[in-house]
């Protein structure tokens, strides 16, 4: 690090490495010391110029790291709210505590491709919980003599996960032997039916490809695939090998003959499903990476939700050598974690 670092600085500093890995700790130094050197705006991009960052990171890797890596905020705030009251509060005073919740309720600004700015100035009047606002900000009330109105020290609490899967589009039509089908598409059933089994979801949502007998993406109305996944059609089914037991919702999507309807989210209630059951995060599996993965995860992002996507639970179609690979650059591009 290129910085003189004060040793008072390092020394507080010390006291909460044990909330990281050793490895996240650097990278939290890094980029608390970036925030306070930094000269220009108090943002990602303003603390990542201060690091030294800036050009070798691309900001969105500040954000994953803030939300995703491998470190305990809630301890951190802990321990940062334990040091305020040894060294800023007086012993026989009672404590103010200040609870804001606002951030619970809010949606906040988004840029395009999903980051979520959870900066307090956004305003909005819609009223969900998305990745970026389920935080509970609770500050410390300190009064410094020589500041003339008291000083708020914050924690933030980051609140429970609820995560849903999303299984796109496993039926019989993209799987060998059916009408469009995905090179392999079947040989996902193993890991779809382990994620989906695997406890780990509060909600396993399957959407089927669910188009009207005319839809314009078939090639007899004038669209680039053969006719597919008619809607109430064998082909349209879900592919036997699935366990829909463990479905709890089926989305029919690319209803409407006028759009391609390669996302989950377009024209259908799934966005509203997912934030009726409180979801902050999906993971994305099943066909076709280069379509209907692609677009589902992309929309998930612009809505807010962390998206993963389950590499190992996807398949493409790869028309152009090359597409699946784009295909994950892009979701990668915008925000995703492929693992
Ligand atoms: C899909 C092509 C046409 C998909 C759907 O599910 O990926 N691909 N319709
Ligand atoms: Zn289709």
């Known amino acids: 690090m290129l910085f003189h670092v004060p040793g008072s600085l390092d020394g507080l500093l010390s006291l909460l490495a044990t909330c990281f890995t050793q490895p996240t700790f650097q990278t939290f130094r890094a980029l608390l010391l970036g925030q306070v050197s930094q000269t220009g705006s108090r943002t990602v991009c303003g603390m990542l110029v201060g690091a030294r960052l800036s050009g070798v990171w691309e900001h969105s890797r500040a954000h994953r790291f803030f939300s995703q890596a491998r470190w305990s905020p809630d301890e951190l705030g802990l321990r940062i709210a334990v040091l305020i009251i040894e060294r800023r509060t007086d012993p026989e005073t009672p404590l103010t505590v200040a609870i804001?919740?606002?951030?619970?309720?809010?949606?906040?600004?988004?840029?395009?491709?999903?980051?979520?700015?959870?900066?307090?100035?956004?305003?909005?009047?819609?009223?969900?919980?998305?990745?970026?606002?389920?935080?509970?900000?609770?500050?410390?009330?300190?009064?410094?003599?020589?500041?003339?109105?008291?000083?708020?020290?914050?924690?933030?609490?980051?609140?429970?996960?609820?995560?849903?899967?999303?299984?796109?589009?496993?039926?019989?039509?993209?799987?060998?032997?059916?009408?469009?089908?995905?090179?392999?598409?079947?040989?996902?059933?193993?890991?779809?039916?382990?994620?989906?089994?695997?406890?780990?979801?509060?909600?396993?949502?399957?959407?089927?490809?669910?188009h009207p007998p005319e839809h314009g993406s078939f090639a007899t109305s004038g669209g680039r695939w053969p006719q597919h996944c008619v809607a109430g059609s064998d082909g349209a089914q879900l592919h036997s090998s699935l366990d829909q037991r463990r479905v709890d919702v089926v989305i029919d999507k690319g209803q409407d003959p006028d759009t391609e309807g390669y996302s989950g989210f377009e024209g259908t209630g799934l966005e509203r499903l997912l934030r009726d059951r409180g979801i902050d995060e999906v993971a994305i599996c099943g066909l076709a990476t280069d379509y209907c993965v692609k677009n589902t995860a992309i929309d998930a992002l612009r809505a807010g939700f962390r998206v993963c996507v389950d590499e190992r639970g996807i398949r493409g179609v790869d028309v152009h050598p090359g597409d699946c690979k784009r295909a994950i650059g892009e979701m990668r591009e915008a925000g995703a974690v492929i693992g």
């Open 100 to 210: 804001d919740d606002t951030l619970l309720q809010r949606w906040g600004r988004r840029g395009w491709g999903g980051f979520y700015h959870h900066d307090a100035t956004a305003n909005s009047d819609r009223s969900a919980v998305a990745w970026g606002n389920n935080w509970l900000v609770v500050g410390i009330v300190v009064r410094i003599a020589i500041l003339d109105r008291s000083q708020s020290r914050v924690k933030v609490i980051r609140g429970d996960m609820a995560r849903a899967l999303i299984i796109v589009d496993f039926q019989n039509d993209f799987t060998p032997g059916g009408a469009l089908p995905v090179p392999d598409g079947d040989q996902i059933s193993e890991r779809i039916n382990e994620l989906a089994a695997s406890g780990e979801f509060d909600l396993v949502v399957a959407t089927r490809d669910w």
